[in-house]
């Protein structure tokens, strides 16, 4: 099973997403599925992500594929989730039977998913706070990966906090029940049905 997911900007999300749905798919027994993210087109930011040319391009780009899993961030935007279930009916018709299109928007930003891998929270931090937070990257993300010396590497931070959260899985989808335990429940109704 070919899967490909499509951040809005492959650069620097790839690092926290692709470990992160290995893991889920190996959550909902499908750990052999092949996992790419989407660097061709690079979409370059929400405002493409969510451009139907832009996501009806990409499906045709790749008929291998059965399972497409566009992934942005929501950044506190109230209507975030209803222009993906838009995209999500127009790409239905487009894939056809046996293939699907799943959409999910990280609360606040995808920085947020790596964040959620960490056992204890740096002192003064609540994870309310850090779910809460309109701009989690700037606030929060950045802090630890600064705290801990990783932005000199690929990501600035996100390949090693990426891996760490895939690893404390569980802990990830428990605390970020409004997207990533939402996506995963999408997948386990896909393949049940």
């Not at 470990?19 to 909902?28: E, G, L, W």
């Not at 139907?52 to 790749?62: K, L, N, P, Q, S």
């Not at 590497?153 to 404390?168: I, K």
Request: hydrophobic share 40%; glycine share 6%.
């Amino acid at each position: 099973m070919n899967v490909l997911i499509i951040p809005e900007d492959f650069r620097k999300d790839q690092h926290v997403l692709r470990p992160i749905i290995s893991k889920m798919f190996a959550a909902v027994g499908k750990s052999k599925a092949n996992i790419q993210v989407c660097i061709d087109p690079l979409l370059g930011g929400v405002t493409e992500a969510l451009k139907w040319e832009r996501i009806a391009e990409v499906i045709e780009m790749y008929p291998m594929v059965t399972v497409f899993l566009l992934i942005v961030d929501r950044d506190a935007k109230e209507g975030r989730r209803t222009a993906l279930d838009n995209l999500s009916t127009k790409a239905a018709s487009l894939i056809g039977e046996g293939r699907v299109f799943l959409t999910e928007n990280a609360w606040q930003e995808i920085e947020v998913w790596a964040l959620a891998g960490i056992a204890t929270l740096p002192k003064g931090w609540t994870w309310t706070d850090v779910r809460a937070e309109a701009h989690p990257k700037e606030r929060y993300f950045t802090s630890y990966a600064t705290s801990r010396g990783l932005l000199d590497e690929p990501g600035q931070g996100r390949t090693t906090l990426g891996r760490e959260a895939a690893q404390n899985y569980s802990r990830v989808r428990s605390r970020c029940k409004e997207d990533v335990a939402q996506l995963e429940n999408q997948l386990k109704e896909w393949f049940d049905s």
